[in-house]
């Protein structure tokens, strides 16, 4: 597996934690659509992302959406199974298709316990996903719809080192609370500035630099947040045994 693919936390784990929890690792696919555990639900796994998107959202009582957090390579989706109160407030559901390392929650709680290292890495991941969820509030409360898209694009871009996204009219309305007359107008005014191509439920940005400048701040708030617990590349495939 080429290192974009790699997942981050996995990567800077000391060799002896890693060679412990390997063993417990599965390599599953996840595909766009997928909901990992709902709002609500008891969560008996955690997912080590290693490629494509997973959103937490939170839900009303009408089923409309909005979406928390993006979880990429650089992240864990799962994080209530390893706590004493198992439960969630969030959708965890996948918007871009790809790959996790899954692992029961029990294994993980039983690391906890036995790796200090383990446990600290985790804490920090906790405090970045948080200052994340806090920071989207802020862009979703206070931000043009054209600069919520940008953000969202931008940060996908990221984590999946893709220029291409299909997400229909739907799927972007679920992830940033709008309506899908709102996202034509937020995905109309990126493409008329030529800053993306927005065709057949098929997003592709055209202008990276462009559209980092139609950016609100949030964008570099979150990803300065991600980095600051994160090597700039996760460890070479020859520094892992393979799973």
């Known amino acids: 597996m080429q290192s974009a693919n790699k997942n981050g936390l996995l990567a800077v784990l000391p060799p002896a934690i890693y060679q412990r929890l ?3 690792l599965k390599r599953v696919r996840l595909d766009a659509g997928d909901i990992l ?5 008891a969560v008996d796994y955690a997912w080590f992302v290693t490629s494509g998107i997973v959103s937490l959202l939170s839900i009303t009582e009408e089923g409309d959406t909005v979406e928390a957090a993006m979880i990429g390579r650089e992240g864990v989706i799962g994080f209530p199974g ?3 109160r198992n439960g969630t407030v969030f959708r965890a559901q996948v918007q871009v298709a790809g790959e ?4 029961k929650a029990k294994t993980l709680r039983a690391m906890i316990k036995h790796g200090c290292e383990f446990y600290e890495l985790l804490l920090d991941y906790t405090h970045a996903l948080n200052e994340q969820i806090a920071q989207v509030v802020v862009c979703n409360q206070f931000h043009a719809k054209e600069q919520r898209l940008a953000r969202w694009l931008l940060l996908a871009n990221d984590r999946t080192r893709y220029d291409a996204f299909t ?3 739907e799927t972007v309305a679920q992830i940033l ?15 008329t500035k030529g800053l993306i191509r927005y065709a057949r439920g098929r997003i592709t940005i055209l202008d990276r630099k462009g559209l980092e400048s139609a950016c609100c701040e949030c964008y570099r708030i ?3 947040t991600i980095s600051s617990y994160l090597p700039s590349e996760p ?3 020859t520094d892992r045994v393979n799973i």
Do not use: C, F, N
């Not at 555990?37 to 639900?41: E, F, L, Q, R």
């Not at 996790?100 to 692992?103: F, M, S, V, Y």
């Not at 609370?177 to 493409?191: C, E, H, P, T």
């Open 22 to 24: 390997a063993p417990g």
């Open 37 to 41: 555990y709902d709002a609500g639900d």
């Open 82 to 84: 390893i706590a004493r």
């Open 100 to 103: 996790a390392l899954r692992i």
């Open 167 to 169: 997400l229909t009219h």
């Open 177 to 191: 609370g709008m309506s899908r007359s709102g996202v034509s107008s937020a995905a109309g005014a990126l493409q």
């Open 222 to 224: 979150i990803s300065q």
């Open 235 to 237: 460890m070479s495939e």
